[in-house]
């Protein structure tokens, strides 16, 4: 190859994508496969393969380094999943057979940890050293980038954000704890206080929206009611940006980051909560005194999907802290 191409791969429990990409974080072709569940650690490490083989053309060529990025705990220096909820992956190298066809560096990181690194490289938070990128989705996820290197912690199980205490003896988290972040501040937590809005308030148009099923719901809806001018939905914004604050307040106390940097679905919604979202964390900041020192900024992600790809073929440049 002419210039230095790196494969970068999103290991699902639903599909396996894969991009080819360059120095600048440039994504050049793609390719994906279903994720093969039933046939064991061999059937996911098979389809490693497979992608990277779609991924290049016939002609002898060799990636520069392989990057891949798990929905779960790895080891970086052995190419070990640790665990993984989602996958028949539990102490198994998924890493040899990758070096061994290709003879290059092959690496592993954290899903979220790839995200990160990615909108560093390419996105919302290009050049910036010092990032914490969130994503709210189902759950909340979380990467951390000190002096431009991940944080990635004793295990490599650093970054998981959203299982901080928010609220001591609140909601139930699936990690067994009461209170976690991600309980208030995930989608899954808008629609859940959005639930507990509407049993008080059965004129919110939300009703409409959902069609009187309150298991429709989702965070779309929410939106579009408050941008409607829906009461109710109005209430139920100002209370998830709220929580939303609450732990971002808690990451800039304890790290002070140049940047937050948002991503996941609810990101999508980023125009109607993004301002209210800085005002609130700005008045609430151990740094609001400050004022005359550079203060941490909450940006939007812009890479969606292609943040773990982009993040995952930069693994290999970067060493963990």
């Not at 954290?110 to 909108?119: R, T």
């Not at 948002?262 to 008045?283: H, R």
């Not at 005359?292 to 290999?316: F, S, Y």
Request: charged fraction near 20%.
């Amino acid at each position: 190859m002419e210039v230095s191409m790196n494969i970068g791969i999103d290991l699902g429990g639903t599909n396996t994508a894969a991009a080819l990409v360059d120095e600048s974080g440039t994504i050049i072709k793609r390719a994906v496969i279903p994720t093969n569940l039933k046939g064991g650690p061999d059937a996911v490490i098979d389809g490693l393969m497979n992608v990277c083989a779609n991924l290049l053309s016939e002609n002898g060529e060799t990636p520069d380094s392989i990057g891949i990025g798990v929905p779960g705990t790895v080891n970086a220096e052995t190419g070990e999943v640790i665990f993984t909820a989602n996958l028949p992956l539990v102490n198994v190298n998924i890493t040899d057979r990758l070096k061994e066809k290709y003879a290059c560096p092959v690496c592993l990181g954290n899903d979220a940890n790839c995200a990160a690194l990615g909108e560093v490289v390419a996105g919302g938070a290009k050049d910036a050293i010092n990032v914490v990128f969130i994503t709210l989705g189902t759950g909340v996820g979380g990467g951390i980038v000190i002096d431009g290197y991940l944080h990635t912690g004793l295990t490599g199980a650093a970054g998981e954000i959203g299982h901080m205490v928010t609220s001591r003896g609140g909601r139930t988290c699936g990690c067994g704890r009461r209170g976690c972040w991600e309980t208030y501040a995930s989608a899954t937590g808008l629609i859940r206080t959005s639930k507990e809005f509407m049993d008080r308030c059965k004129e919110s148009i939300l009703w409409k929206l959902c069609e009187g099923d309150q298991e429709l719901v989702n965070g779309r809806m929410v939106f579009e009611a408050f941008r409607a001018g829906d009461h109710t939905a109005g209430r139920i914004v100002r209370r998830y940006i709220a929580h939303l604050a609450t732990g971002i307040v808690n990451l800039i106390n304890i790290l002070e980051p140049e940047l937050i940097c948002i991503g996941g679905g609810i990101a999508n919604e980023w125009d109607s909560f993004g301002v209210p979202l800085q005002v609130t964390v700005n008045k609430e900041k151990y740094t609001r005194y400050s004022v005359d020192l550079p203060q941490t900024r909450i940006v939007k992600a812009e890479l969606g999907n292609d943040a773990g790809l982009i993040g995952a073929a930069a693994l290999t440049s970067i060493s963990n802290v």
